[in-house]
């Protein structure tokens, strides 16, 4: 007659072994799926949408009006009218005070800054033309503004930094031309005065 053997707790079943080894390899199948997701932020580098930006600021919560224009090599010029030409875009028209005002829980806030910037998408070899319009004032002062050259690809470098004065309204003034190369490389940098303010347009 046999003897029924009763299993004891250590004894292993094959088939709960099998489930506990897939279970593992479903487990490590899924942080490997989570780190492909979320890779490690890449320092210095930033997202390629343009490969310049330039940015013109002048003092926070100045009411005065300053407008900036960018020509490419082409003759093409964007401008607050003309805020999309070619591969240029005009990303920030800044009116000084006006129209800075958002609604935040029922209440009135101001955004001080004053910025205009003007992103460049391609690049096309020759040279490009940066000038300040003084457009509007209503403190009849002269205007500091802060101009600034932003190389984006592949990684961020600032290609030119300067401050123009603006000493009354109507003054239009020069504040960089930079070339680039066939590959999008600055070759050359002077300040040297170029009107592309066309009157008859404002």
């Known amino acids: ?31 490997v799926a989570l780190v492909a997701l979320n890779p490690p932020p890449k320092e210095g580098l930033i997202d390629p ?42 990303d920030r028209d800044d009116r000084g005070m006006e129209n800075d005002t958002i609604m935040v829980n029922g209440r009135e806030i101001a955004n001080p800054l004053n910025q205009e910037v003007v992103t460049i998408r391609g690049t096309l070899p020759g ?43 109507g003054v239009e003034k020069t504040a960089v031309r930079f070339s680039l190369s066939r590959d999008g490389q600055v070759k050359a940098i002077n300040t040297l005065y170029k009107s592309i303010v066309e009157v008859k347009k404002l």
């Not at 003897?3 to 072994?17: G, M, N, V, Y």
């Not at 343009?50 to 082409?74: L, R």
């Open 127 to 169: 040279e490009y033309v940066v000038n300040l319009h003084y457009y509007e004032t209503k403190t009849e002062q002269p205007v500091t503004a802060n101009v600034r050259v932003v190389k984006v690809n592949p990684k961020l470098e600032v290609v030119f930094y300067g401050n123009v004065t603006l000493e009354q309204k």
């Open 49 to 90: 949408k343009a490969e310049y930006i330039v940015t013109t600021t002048w003092d926070d919560f100045n009411t005065d009006d300053v407008d900036m224009w960018v020509e490419d090599p082409h003759g093409n010029v964007v401008w607050f009218r003309k805020p999309a030409i070619a591969l240029m875009h005009l």
């Open 1 to 31: 007659m046999a003897i029924l053997r009763a299993r004891r707790p250590h004894d292993q079943d094959p088939f709960t072994d099998l489930l506990f080894n897939c279970l593992l390899a479903f487990t490590f199948l899924f942080m």
